[in-house]
């Protein structure tokens, strides 16, 4: 039997999130700083943007899921698509997040469809001093974002990318602690804000 689904049966039913659906709460506060910051939320949301910049005020690795994966592939994301399709890049991505949570004091920038799989959400909410943060912004916004961008028209999944933002919207704010508009803040005061919420680094670690 083959317990994989398409990634069209996928998004079209979604008996993982009606499980999800019935937990009381999110993650709790934890007790004690967190060692991860995971920036979460659509495309163009500025996860590798404002991640790098968190990593740099915090003198923490930034690790940008994205790009791990055009690492190991050879080849950029918009190619992984195309040549193997989603369901495999996702697999990898799905690798690549659990390798990435290995690693302490990390920056950790996710692609925008990873709350999609569950068993990431599974991995964000059971890694230990682990804070997700969602980065939100409008789905005008994110897309003239993405579109400002350097072969922004070829990314993919943009043509489905209104159904994909009402389908991911809940997910995002499942898996995150800590929510942030972006839509009109600079990535620099969105990183200050990141780590001020997160309470991580020099000012706000002190005993
Ligand atoms: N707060 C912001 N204000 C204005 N522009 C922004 C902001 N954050 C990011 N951008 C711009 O939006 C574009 C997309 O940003 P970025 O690549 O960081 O998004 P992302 O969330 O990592 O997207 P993806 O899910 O595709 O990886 C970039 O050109 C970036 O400079
Ligand atoms: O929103 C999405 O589905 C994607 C976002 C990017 O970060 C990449 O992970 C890829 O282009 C898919
Ligand atoms: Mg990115």
């Not at 080849?75 to 698509?81: D, E, G, H, L, S």
């Not at 890694?127 to 789905?139: I, N």
Request: glycine share 8%.
């Amino acid at each position: 039997m083959n317990a994989v689904c398409e990634p069209e049966e996928a998004l079209e039913s979604q008996p993982e999130t009606a499980i999800l659906e019935e937990r009381a709460t999110m993650p709790a506060r934890p007790a004690t700083s967190p060692t991860r910051i995971v920036l979460t939320g659509f495309m163009g949301a500025g996860k590798s943007t404002v991640g790098r910049l968190l990593a740099e005020r915090l003198g923490w690795r930034f690790v940008d899921v994205d790009e791990a994966i055009t690492e190991k592939a050879g080849m950029p994301v918009t190619q992984i698509f195309a040549k193997y399709g989603e369901f495999v890049f996702r697999r990898m991505e799905t690798s690549a997040i659990a390798h990435a949570l290995g690693e302490r004091d990390a920056v950790i920038a996710l692609g925008g469809g990873a709350v999609e799989v569950l068993a990431n959400r599974l991995l964000l909410e059971q890694t230990p001093r682990t804070t997700v943060a969602f980065l939100e912004a409008s789905l005008p916004v994110l897309l003239a974002r993405c579109h400002a961008q350097d072969g922004g028209e070829t990314r993919p999944n943009l043509s489905t990318a209104e159904e994909r933002f009402q389908y991911r919207a809940p997910l995002y704010r499942r898996v995150a602690r800590l929510r942030l508009n972006t839509g009109e803040q600079t990535p620099q005061q969105i990183a200050a804000a990141l780590q001020e919420m997160a309470g991580v680094g020099a000012s706000t670690d002190l005993p």
